[in-house]
């Protein structure tokens, strides 16, 4: 590992600018950086440590309008009252996120901002179009936990489980920086096609300082699946986060959110129109999922996981509809 400085600055003007310096990054919880720097990915000038921002750690509720510091803990996500009663799916993803250790240190900053977990990425062996190579390496390798939407040129799936809950809900992302702005969260992740050396829209010096949350719609309910391919800890197969503003049965309006099965989070704009306007029963889920995978484009080892994103998806809306915890 190459030797980096140490910085800990103690207000967000002093970390924008000395994340201004070149070759300096973030350091939130470590949980991804940490395993950037001992897998040779990255080899900063400089780390500037998160830790002592004042008021990032904070999570507030107030007129239903959820306020989340970016150094909040998933583990504190996951365990707040207040916002397990106002947006209970964000607890869920973030409570079913990784292990309860990992959740302890890992900040909800770090997790918008954490690289894909794709094995060619992470190795060096491997330089892919995301380190500048000519090739995306899971084209024609093992790709069987890889993208099966906009897959062509970097099949690498974006890490982050808790972000679509969060879509789901309409979350923006404050990030301060040069010039302090707010941002859509739908809108903060890059597609490959527009760059495929980043996943976020953020330029150097920026940082993230938090996330608000708009109060639910009356009548909204919602639900929130992870998809693992073993009872313990794992990554997900296909995560999905349903949003739902209900008329008795019939559904107003739906947001979808399709975690782990493209680049970056999925809205199933086809499965919403089925769904606004109808009746939410067992063949409206049903053919709101087949909507969603109709575009789908599997590479060689990874059918599978369109064929569980369509149960997974059917079984989320019913459960959405029900008001029932997944
Ligand atoms: C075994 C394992 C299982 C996991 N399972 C899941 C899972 O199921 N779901 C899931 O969502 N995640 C999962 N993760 C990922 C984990 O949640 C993230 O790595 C973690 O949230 C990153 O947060 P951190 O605070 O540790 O970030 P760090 O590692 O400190 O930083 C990550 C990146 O974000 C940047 N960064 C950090 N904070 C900021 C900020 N405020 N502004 C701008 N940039 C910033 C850093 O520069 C770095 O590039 C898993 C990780 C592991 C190791």
Same mark, same amino acid.
């Not at 309910?221 to 992870?226: D, H, I, P, S």
């Not at 782990?260 to 049903?286: N, S």
């Given at each position: 590992?190459?030797?980096?400085?140490?910085?800990? =600055?103690?207000?967000?003007?002093?970390?924008? *600018?000395?994340?201004?310096? %070149?070759?300096?990054?973030?350091?939130?919880? #470590?949980?991804?950086?940490?395993?950037?720097?001992?897998?040779?990915?990255?080899?900063?000038?400089?780390?500037?440590?998160?830790?002592?921002?004042?008021?990032?750690?904070?999570?507030?509720? *107030? &007129? #239903?309008?959820?306020?989340?510091?970016?150094?909040?803990?998933?583990?504190?996500?996951?365990?707040? %009252?207040?916002?397990?009663?106002?947006? @209970?799916? !964000?607890?869920?993803?973030?409570?079913?996120?990784?292990? %309860?250790?990992?959740?302890?240190?890992?900040?909800?900053? #770090?997790?918008?901002?954490?690289?894909?977990?794709?094995?060619?990425?992470?190795?060096?062996?491997?330089?892919? @179009?995301?380190? &500048?190579?000519?090739?995306?390496?899971?084209? +024609?390798?093992?790709?069987?936990?890889?993208?099966?939407?906009?897959?062509?040129?970097?099949?690498?799936?974006?890490?982050?489980?808790?972000?679509?809950?969060?879509?789901?809900?309409?979350?923006?992302?404050? !990030?301060? &920086?040069?010039?302090?702005?707010?941002?859509?969260?739908?809108?903060?992740?890059?597609? =490959?096609?527009?760059?495929?050396?980043? +996943?976020?829209?953020?330029?150097?010096?920026?940082?993230?300082?938090?996330?608000?949350? %708009?109060?639910?719609? *009356?009548?909204?309910?919602?639900?929130?699946?992870?998809?693992?391919?073993?009872?313990?800890?794992?990554?997900?197969?296909?995560?999905?986060?349903?949003?739902?503003?209900?008329?008795?049965?019939?559904?107003?309006?739906?947001?979808?959110?399709?975690?782990?099965?493209?680049?970056?989070?999925?809205?199933?704009? +086809?499965?919403? @129109?089925?769904?606004?306007?109808?009746?939410?029963?067992?063949?409206?889920?049903?053919?709101?999922? @087949?909507?969603?995978?109709?575009?789908?484009?599997?590479?060689?080892?990874?059918?599978?996981?369109?064929?569980?994103?369509?149960?997974?998806?059917?079984?989320?809306?019913?459960?959405?509809?029900? #008001?029932?915890?997944?």
């Amino acid at each position: 590992m190459k030797n980096f400085e140490w910085v800990q =600055p103690e207000t967000v003007a002093d970390a924008v *600018a000395a994340l201004g310096h %070149p070759g300096a990054m973030a350091l939130a919880g #470590g949980v991804d950086l940490l395993d950037r720097l001992k897998e040779r990915l990255d080899s900063p000038s400089r780390l500037v440590s998160l830790r002592k921002l004042p008021n990032l750690s904070e999570i507030k509720v *107030a &007129g #239903g309008v959820a306020t989340i510091g970016a150094n909040v803990t998933l583990a504190r996500l996951a365990a707040d %009252p207040a916002l397990q009663k106002s947006h @209970r799916i !964000i607890s869920d993803a973030a409570g079913h996120a990784a292990t %309860p250790q990992l959740r302890a240190m890992a900040t909800i900053g #770090g997790n918008l901002a954490q690289r894909p977990r794709c094995w060619y990425f992470r190795s060096e062996e491997f330089v892919c @179009r995301k380190k &500048g190579g000519a090739e995306c390496f899971a084209q +024609e390798g093992d790709n069987s936990m890889h993208a099966v939407f906009d897959n062509k040129l970097c099949a690498a799936t974006h890490p982050s489980t808790v972000v679509t809950a969060l879509i789901a809900l309409g979350a923006r992302v404050t !990030i301060a &920086g040069a010039k302090a702005r707010e941002v859509e969260l739908a809108s903060f992740f890059v597609k =490959p096609e527009t760059d495929v050396r980043r +996943e976020v829209d953020l330029a150097s010096g920026e940082l993230i300082t938090g996330l608000s949350v %708009p109060a639910s719609a *009356a009548n909204l309910r919602t639900a929130y699946t992870k998809q693992v391919a073993k009872q313990s800890f794992d990554w997900p197969l296909v995560d999905v986060a349903v949003a739902l503003v209900m008329d008795g049965q019939t559904c107003r309006q739906a947001t979808i959110v399709l975690g782990a099965v493209a680049p970056t989070p999925r809205r199933a704009v +086809e499965a919403e @129109r089925v769904l606004a306007g109808a009746t939410v029963d067992v063949l409206a889920a049903g053919r709101a999922a @087949r909507a969603a995978i109709a575009s789908a484009s599997p590479l060689a080892h990874n059918d599978h996981k369109v064929q569980i994103l369509e149960t997974v998806l059917a079984r989320t809306i019913m459960n959405a509809a029900a #008001g029932r915890a997944s």
